[in-house]
Structures are given as structure tokens and as C-alpha cells.
């Protein structure tokens, strides 16, 4: 194959073609075609020559050129493509470092082994512009809805159609056991698109809470239009969803909207996802509250939030709670999923079974401790008093309420109480200093004897041992673990030290011992209240 006149246009017809049938710019053909014919063009002439082609995009006409670069004595390294100050007099007028000289060459004939080889380099180019093609058109597509045509299964996965491209919708993202047949039409949520060596991949989703959400855009207009707003979705696929939604609207009911007239809405979303049953709950931003909506159709009678844990118990009437449970605990969990808490349910009974044995265990810790009968130690306990320091510490008047108590008592109460704490606090530092904890820790502000020997039996000894703890270390917190919460135990966690105290003490533990500056502390509060106050205007 020689580039002659007679087969000028004929490569950028070609070019054209390749364009038009790959959807890709001609440009890129173009130039993937001056590489290939570059590359036949070295192997005739030399690989170290540096030889470049340049395709007229008008007439076709390919011009091979030889370029050298002007360089420093010492910096020559390659003869055919690189010349010295010297050399380049005999070619040029005044020539400096970094100038180039540029020579045309005559054209190569290329033979069959070279002409595969252009092929190849031209194919190789024209699929990377494809695939760049078509990462650039799916990669906003992300989060969307698409539809498209079956072309096969492959070990469970289905291969989809569309459009410009391929895309995989793996079986753990099917719904059930969905089936489908070459051709079949299908609708899936575009979960993510990612550039990879052997092109563009477009994973797709049927099984994703997005999906759901994004078919009810489709169906209901209020939410299109932003005047309801899908707060979280949770689903089982295939089996049963919760979907929790408001309204900014006071005339328009966010339930009835997405039900729709005789629950056509829905029901269309249904219809999609194979039969799933959807319960539709109004969202609310207390939380007990949207709790109560979540476990429908069960009936709650009480709600206990623990916020700092991300607890909540639930109490309902014995006849409600195989409901609120559900079939193999599927309401409770997707209930859990929708508010982002973990939920305990018991019935009322066993609620009042735990009641009566916290009150025991109170009513006995008063008994040994303050030296009390039964009686009066059940006063104090249903009173509200839950532990020594209240008894100790409270002031004298919430102590006289109680029936029976006079001033007497209850400076007796609180002389017992105060001397038991003392005594604990005592043996506590002995047995800490006996562990070999430095004055250091036990001097620390804001840890008191039992705190200091929890810390001792965790090898916690210096003020160097406090400061290189992690606050979660400290005062305990929880990690998601394949989607389950997994309780994190804290070294001072018994003592109902917060997260937030857990930081300041380490962190005054590290300025202390100077590893930290205090005014670098100041400086980044300053920027997280400025942060919050932009946040403000902002809101």
C-alpha cells in the first residue's frame, strides 16, 4: 500500500465512515491514521527517527516529515532524532538549543505486515475514543433511571442494551428471582459508572432504595416538583419497602399524593417491582414519633430514646408484638433501616418485668450501702434516686419531700453516703497506685480514683499512656460492621464520661504535655464557629 493521489480521499472517506458508524469524532480517526502510518513509516526508516505524519483534512494528501531537535554537546544521546549546535548550521541560520528542523521525507510503501500493524493502531484508537465516548455520556447518568433491552444472561448477570453501550445488572441486584429473555425490555436505577482498562463499565440496580425513590419521581409530580420530598427509603426486595416522605405543602397530604387516586401511583411502582408492598409513612423529625409511624401497621404503646447510643426501646401490647416484629423480624428491621436506629421491642409485660428488677437492684444498693430497711430504701428509689451520688450530693430540700425525713435524716442520709463514697474513692486510688499509675494521671483534673483504676487496669499509667488514647477509647461509641451496629466498650464508659468530655480531657492531656499548641486549638474553634455561622446564613 503506497499513499499516492490515488488513494488520498480515499482515507478520509474512510475516516468519515469509521466516524459516522462508531458515533465518534472524524478527528480521532484522523489522527489515530497519522500515528499508524508514523509507526510503518519508523519501521522502514529507522524506530529512532523521529518521524511524524500530518493528513490533510481537506485534500487527504499524508506528508511524512523528519524532525531533530537542536541540543547541548553533552545531551546528545540520540543521533537520528537529535543533532548538536554544530550540525544544525549546515540546515539552519543562528540555531539555538530547543529549536527544531523539520525535513520531508519521501512516502513508504507499506507491506503487509506493516499495513496489519496500521490496522491494529487505528482499531486500537478508534475503540479507547468509543469507550471515552461512552463514559462521557453514562457518567451523568449515574443515579438515574434507564431503560433498556436484554441481550443475554451470563451465570445469573444480565447483559442490557443500552443504547450506546452495554451494561451489567448483577444477580445480587436483581429482584428475587427475576428471569429474562433475549430482548426483553427493562428498566433498572444506574447505581454507578466507572472508567476502566477494558472500557466504560455501567453497573445497573433494581434492588436499590434509589430505585424505588426515583419511580416514584417518575409517577408522582409533587415530588418531581419538589413540593414532597422522599426523607429515606428502606426495602426487602421483592417483599415489602417503607418509604417516608413530608410535604412542604399544608394542603397537600404526602400519603395521598403517592397513594394517588384509588392507589394508581403506587400502585404503577408495584407493578415495577414485582409485587414488593410498600407502606408509605409521613415523616416526622422527632424521632419517637416517626418511629411510631415506621413500625405501622403495629401499635406502639411506649417509646424510650437513647440518642447517644442510637437506641431506642419500643413497648407494645402483647397482642401487637408478633406484628411489630413481623414475618422473620422483616418490619422491625426495616423500620431499624428507615430511622437509623437499632430497635428493641418488648411487650408491656416484659417491660414492667425489667422496671420492677431495676428497682430491686436500686432498693438493694441502698440497703448495703446507706445501711437502710427495705422500707425506706424503696422511699428513696421511688423518689428517682438511682444512685449514691445523688443521695450524697443533692440538695438537702429534695431530700425532705420524703415522707418520714426530717433535717436529721437527712443529714444522716447524706453524711452515710458521702463517707461510702470517700471510702471507695480511697481504696480505688490505693489499688491504682499498687497498679503503678504516676502522679501525673492521678493529679489530672476531671478523673476521679475510680476512673484512674478503670484506666490502671487498661495499662493507662502516665499522662502520656491518657493522652495517646482515642476519645472512643475513652468513653465508647459504636462501628457498622457489614451493616450492623457493633457496641465499641469504653475504658471510663461505666462513668458516664461523653464523647465530647473524652476529647477535651485528651486533648488537655496533649497541651499539657506541649505535644499540642494551644493557640493552634483556639485558631481551629474559631474556624468551626465560623463554619456553623456561615452554615446559618446560609440556612
Known sequence: MAITSANQLELLQTAEAVAREKMIDPGLVV??????????????????????????????????????????????????????????????????????????????????????????????????????????????????????????????????????????????????????????????????????????????????????????????????????????????????????????????????????????????????????????????????????????????????LDEEAGKIEVVVPEEQLSLAIGRRGQNVRLASQLTGLDIDIMTEAEESARRQKEFESRTKLFMETLDLDEFFAQLLVSEGFTNLEEVAYVEQDELLVIDGVDEGTAEELQARARDYLEAQAKAALENARALGVEDSLVNFEGLTPQMVEALAKDGVKTLEDFATCADWELAGGWTTVDGQRVKDDGILEPFDVSLEEAQDMVMTARVMLGWVDPEDLTADEGDVEDAADEEEAGA
Open 31 to 304: 489522527a489515530a491514521m497519522e500515528e499508524s502510518l508514523a509507526r510503518a513509516a519508523k519501521s522502514r526508516y529507522g524506530s529512532e527517527m523521529d518521524i511524524r505524519v500530518k493528513i490533510d483534512r481537506k485534500t487527504g494528501r499524508a506528508t511524512f516529515t523528519r524532525v531533530r531537535t537542536v541540543v547541548a554537546d553533552e545531551d546528545l544521546e540520540n543521533y537520528q532524532a537529535e543533532m548538536t549546535v554544530d550540525q544544525a548550521r549546515q540546515y539552519m541560520a543562528n540555531p539555538e538549543i530547543g529549536d527544531v528542523y523539520v525535513e520531508e521525507v519521501p512516502p513508504v510503501e507499506m507491506g503487509r505486515i506493516a499495513a496489519q500493524s496500521a490496522k491494529q493502531v487505528i482499531l486500537q484508537k478508534v475503540r479507547e475514543a468509543e469507550r471515552d465516548r461512552q463514559y462521557e455520556e453514562f457518567k451523568d447518568r449515574a443515579g438515574t433511571i434507564i431503560n433498556g433491552q436484554v441481550k443475554r444472561e451470563e451465570y445469573g448477570n444480565v447483559i442490557v442494551d443500552v443504547g450506546a453501550g452495554e451494561a451489567i445488572l448483577r444477580r445480587n441486584e436483581k429482584i428475587g428471582r427475576e428471569s429474562y429473555r433475549p430482548n426483553d425490555r427493562i428498566r433498572c436505577y444506574v447505581k454507578d459508572v466507572r472508567r476502566e482498562p477494558r472500557g466504560p463499565q455501567i453497573f445497573l440496580s433494581r434492588t436499590a432504595p434509589e430505585f424505588m425513590a426515583e419511580l416514584f419521581k417518575m409517577e408522582v409530580p409533587e415530588i418531581y416538583d419538589g413540593i414532597i420530598e422522599i426523607k429515606a427509603v428502606a426495602r426487602d426486595p421483592g417483599s415489602r419497602a417503607k418509604i417516608a416522605v413530608i410535604s412542604y405543602d399544608n394542603s397537600i397530604d404526602p400519603v395521598g399524593a403517592c397513594v394517588g387516586m384509588r392507589g394508581s401511583r403506587v400502585q404503577a411502582v408495584v407493578n415495577e417491582l414485582q409485587g414488593e408492598k410498600i407502606d408509605i409513612i409521613p415523616w416526622n423529625e422527632d424521632q419517637p414519633t416517626f418511629l411510631v409511624n415506621a413500625l405501622q401497621p403495629a401499635e406502639v404503646s411506649k417509646v424510650v
